[in-house]
């Protein structure tokens, strides 16, 4: 069955750099694109950035352009995010998901059918 294991997570100090990952499986991983989510309590899951299977094409949430990036390694069904200048904001639990279709929104939590069990990232002031 579909699975996907993410990992990375940790507590670290304003400013500091974190790589998730998100290890894939039961599935042909070059046929969909991923996304990054992440959820602090109380609130809603919020997209934080996207990948289209080969990599070529890739979406980010406004706060985090230019400090986070993804990317992915087909040959090894997985799929990063790496955060640098975190900041206490971004603390939250990461979950890593897998798109439907080619023809949705990345930006859409909907666009989504597969999810992680999540990677809690907390960033201290």
Request: positive net charge; contains cysteine; hydrophobic residues 35%.
């Given at each position: ?22 290890a ?49 390694d ?5 799929v ?18 897998r ?27």
């Amino acid at each position: 069955q579909v699975q996907l294991v993410e990992s990375g997570g940790g507590l670290v100090q304003a400013g500091a750099s974190l790589r998730l990952s998100c290890a894939a499986s039961g599935f042909t991983f070059n046929r969909y694109g991923m996304g990054w989510f992440r959820q602090v309590p109380g609130k809603e899951r919020e997209f934080v950035a996207g990948i289209m299977q080969s990599g070529a094409g890739t979406y980010y949430e406004n706060s985090v352009k230019g400090r986070f990036t993804i990317s992915r390694d087909n040959a090894k069904s997985t799929v990063y995010l790496q955060m640098v200048s975190l900041k206490p904001e971004d603390t939250a639990v990461y979950y890593c998901a897998r798109k439907i279709s080619t023809g949705s929104s990345f930006y859409n939590r909907g666009s989504y059918d597969a999810w992680g069990q999540g990677t809690q990232v907390t960033v201290s002031s």
